[in-house]
């Protein structure tokens, strides 16, 4: 064996660990065709195991997400480190499905139960209330320039007080995914399967966890441009 091939040989073994971070193809769910809007986000949550489908390989998009589904969601996502202590809520059985995940979304920051010992596992969770999750636990600044980030929608007047400088927040930072319409926000609107797996996304674009993506559906908002003085 010539002595160059023994220099080479130790560059060689970085091969395999770099073979076990290779992500999995998608998965090709019966109900999200090739031109779904949100097929993408989809495709990028689903091979890391975020989201999943059902049993009978379908996604189902559309349909609405609970409060507990959403809380696994973002136990998947983000897997933030929290104390072991558990809040025991009133209407959380023993045993619940998604009890761990529920803990571990409070004790990150991104959910809260309700004043009167209750977290609403069934509820299905609103749109803006996904976004105002998603800026709690990312700690993002919220913004002095809400007025003008609002102009972006159509429906701004819409967006309950409570979640104004959150919603600005998630706005300035592109975690906003609409559908249809770009510009309508409908932010009371129960949030989709879909329509979470979007702005999942988002959140770990902003983390750097994942690539970024070309979506129209994506409320993209940039700080304008300071015209303090004029070009001569």
Do not use: C
Request: net charge positive.
């Amino acid at each position: 064996m010539s002595p160059s091939a023994n220099i080479q040989e130790p560059f060689r073994v970085v091969t395999p660990s770099e073979q076990k971070s290779t992500i999995p193809p998608p998965i090709a769910f019966s109900d999200v065709p090739n031109d779904f809007w949100a097929r993408r986000f989809i495709n990028v949550l689903s091979s890391r195991g975020i989201i999943k489908g059902f049993p009978d390989y379908s996604f189902r998009p559309n349909q609405p997400v609970t409060r507990a589904e959403f809380a696994a969601i973002l136990e998947q996502a983000f897997n933030k480190q929290v104390g072991t202590q558990a809040i025991a809520f009133n209407d959380i059985p023993s045993q619940y499905w998604a009890t761990p995940a529920i803990n571990q979304a409070i004790g990150s920051g991104f959910l809260k139960g309700y004043p009167d010992k209750t977290f609403k596992p069934e509820q299905k969770i609103s749109r803006v209330q996904v976004l105002v999750a998603l800026v709690s636990g990312l700690n993002l600044k919220e913004p002095t320039s809400g007025d003008k980030i609002f102009s972006v929608f159509k429906d701004a007047k819409d967006i309950p007080n409570y979640a104004i400088g959150k919603t600005a927040a998630a706005t300035a930072n592109n975690l906003v995914v609409n559908y249809p319409d770009p510009n309508t926000f409908a932010p009371n609107q129960e949030a989709t399967r879909a329509e979470v797996a979007g702005m999942v996304h988002q959140a770990l674009v902003r983390m750097g966890r994942v690539q970024p993506i070309e979506s129209e559906n994506i409320v993209r908002w940039q700080q304008p441009l300071s015209t303090g003085v004029s070009p001569q």
